[in-house]
C-alpha cells in the first residue's frame, strides 16, 4: 500500500500494455498514485490535440555526485576547484545521441518528421490523443479543476520502448499537469483550499510571532526571552571585519507577495545596529518581483523583514546583502523560477518548470508582469538563504530530483544552498501529517518531510532555543517555543555517503520508538544538517516590534556565518567553501559545532524524535561557533 503512494519514476519494471511498431519492450516510464491536487477526470480526451514535450535526460546525471564530492570533500584533492557555469552547462547538455533516438522512435511511429521539433533539451511533437495513447501505452482523459481550468493529462501512467525511457527525463502533459491554475490575489490565502501553503509565492505564511512587544533589554542577561543580534554573536562567537567584501557574495530570497519593508529595515537598524540606518540590500528583481515599499504588516512583510534585518546586521555594513525578489504580485513564484534566473540551462521554459507548481513569465494574469522569464541572468551568490519550503507529498519525486540536481550545480559552481527545515517538527506545514494513500489530511499520522530540506545537496538547517531562564553561555536546546525545528527521514531520497556514519550512529543509538509505519527507516536521507536559534527574535514590522520564531530565522543566521568563512578563505587567495555538507560531517569538524542533546521535535501527535550526542534528525550536527569554524575552513586548501 505504502509502496504505491508515491510516483515511481522512471521504473523499469516491463508493462503489459504493447501497441504500435516496438523496436524493444515498452517499459513503465513514471507513475503516480493519484492525480495533482484538485483535478479529476471528466471524460476521455478522444479527438483532442496534444502538444506532447519531451525533456531529454542530462548526461553525466548520474555522476553528479562524484563531481560534486570532487570538489567539496575536504580530503579530495580538488577542494575547492569549483566550475564554471559553462563547464556545468556542456556536462550535462542532452547528446545528440538522445535527440536522435526520440526523433527516430517518433517517425517509426507514424509521426512526420514536420510535426517534431527540437529546442534545448525538448523536443515537441504535435499529435492527437489517439497518437499519444498508442506511443506512451496509456489513456488520455480531460481533467478538470476545482476552480475551472481544464488539462489534458494521462491516467496514472505511461510507459516508452526501453531504448527511448532511458534518453528520456519525463513527458508533458501526462502524469505532469502543465496549466497555469490561477492563483488567488494577493491576502485571500485563507480561501484556498490546497494545502501547499508553506511554498512560495501563495501568500503570508511563516513565520509565526506571539504579537508585539514594547521594550527589548538588549543585554545578554536576557537571550532567553529575547534574541537580538548581540545574543546571537555570544551564542555563536561570531564577531568578524569582513575583509574583502566585494569579492565575496551573500543572497537571501524572498517570493512576492511577501516583501520586505525598507522603513521597518531602518527601525531595525536604529535599535539594534545604528551604523546600517540608511542601507538597503542590493534588489535582484527576478521574473518581476517588487518590495513592499509602504509596508502591510506581518503577513507580507514578517518574513522577509526577519530575513533581511538579522542577516544584514550579523554580516555588519561592509558586507553588502543581495536580496532576490521572486515572482510578480498576481503569480509570485517558486524555487524553479528562481533557479531559472541562476541557470540558463535550467531554463526551459518549453516544459522543464511545472506550471501547477511554477509560475508563468510573461504573467498570463492580467495584470501581471510582461516581461520575458529571467533565464540565467543572474550570478549566483556565494551563500544563498532561503525560508521557504513545500512537503514532499505535494510535489512528484521526478520534480524533487530535477530540482535538486540543479542545487548540486550550484555547489558544483561554489555556492553554499541553505533551507529552513520547517517550524512543525516531524508534520507537514501546519502540522498536517500523511494518510496511508500519500496525501496528507485530517487524521494522517505519518511522518511527512518538507522540500527540499531532504535534498541532500541542500544544507538544511533546523532550530534551537536558549532555555527559558538560562544563560546565554548554558547549551542550548532544539527549539520547542511556539516553533518544532523540523527534522526527520526523507521519503524521496536515499542517504547520501556523507552522512551516513552520523546517521546511522544515531538510528543504532537511539532507534526512533514508533513503528516503521511512520517513518522512513529503509536508509533515506535524514535532516537538517546544523541548526542555529529559531525562538524570541525581536523584528520590525510595520513601525512596531514583534517576537518572531521560526527555523526562518536560523537559516539567514547560519547564510551570515558563513559568509563570514568565505570572507575570511577569499582573503588568503582560497574559494569560496561551496557545497559544505561532507565538510561539516567530517570528524575534524564536530569540533567547529555546538553539539545539542536536549529537546525534541514533536508532530504528527507524537514527540517527534530528540536530540542526542552527535547528528540528530532535530538539530542535526548542532549550532556554529564561528571562531573554531573558520580556524577549521581556512586549514582546508
Ligand atoms: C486518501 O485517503 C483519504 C482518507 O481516506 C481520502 O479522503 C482521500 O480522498 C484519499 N486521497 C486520494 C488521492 O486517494
Ligand atoms: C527602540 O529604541 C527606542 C528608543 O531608544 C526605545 O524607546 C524602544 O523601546 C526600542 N524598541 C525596542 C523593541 O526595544
Ligand atoms: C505608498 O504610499 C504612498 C502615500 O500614501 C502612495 O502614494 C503610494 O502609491 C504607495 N506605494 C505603494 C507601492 O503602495
Ligand atoms: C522511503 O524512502 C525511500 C528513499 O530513501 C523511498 O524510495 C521509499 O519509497 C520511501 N518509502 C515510503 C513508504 O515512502
Ligand atoms: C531541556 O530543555 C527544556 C526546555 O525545552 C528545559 O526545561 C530543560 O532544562 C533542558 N534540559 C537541559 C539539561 O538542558
Redesign the pocket.
Known sequence: MLASRLLVAVTLALAAAAAGPQLSPRVLHESRGFAPLGWNPVRRATGLRIPLKIGLTQPNLASIEEYLMDVSHPESPNYGNHWSSAKVAQTFRPTQDSVDTVRTWLHQSGIEPHRVKVAGGWLTADVTAEEAEELLGTEYYVYEHENGAVQVGCDKKYHLPEHVSKHVDLITPTIHFDTKVKREQPGALGKRKTQNVGAPGFGPVSPKTTGT??????ELEHCDT?TTVNCLRALYDFVYYPLVPDENSIGIVEYTPQAYSPSDLD?FF???SSSQVGQRPTMTSIDGGTIDVNGSGFGINGESNLDLQYAMALVGERQPVTLYQVGDPLEGGSFNNFLDALDGSFCTFEGGDDPSQDAVYPDPIKGGYTGKEDCGTVTPAKVISTSYSYDEWELTPAYMERQCAEYAKLGLMGTTVLYSSGDYGVGGYGDTCLLPNGTAGPGGKIFAPSFPGGCPYVTSVGATQVNPGAKVTDPESACEQVIYSGGGFSNVFKMPGYQKDAVNSYLSKYPPPYSTDLWNNTGSRGYPDLSANGANY?V?VQG??YLVYGTSASSPVMASILSAVNDARLALGKNSIGFINPTIYSDVFSFGFNDITNGTNPGCGTKGYSAQPGWDPVTGLGTPNFVKLVALWLLLP
Request: aromatic share 14%; charged share 35%.
Open positions: 512587544i514594547k521594550d527589548v533589554i538588549d529575547h527601525l536604529k535599535n539594534f525581536p520590525a512596531e516590534f
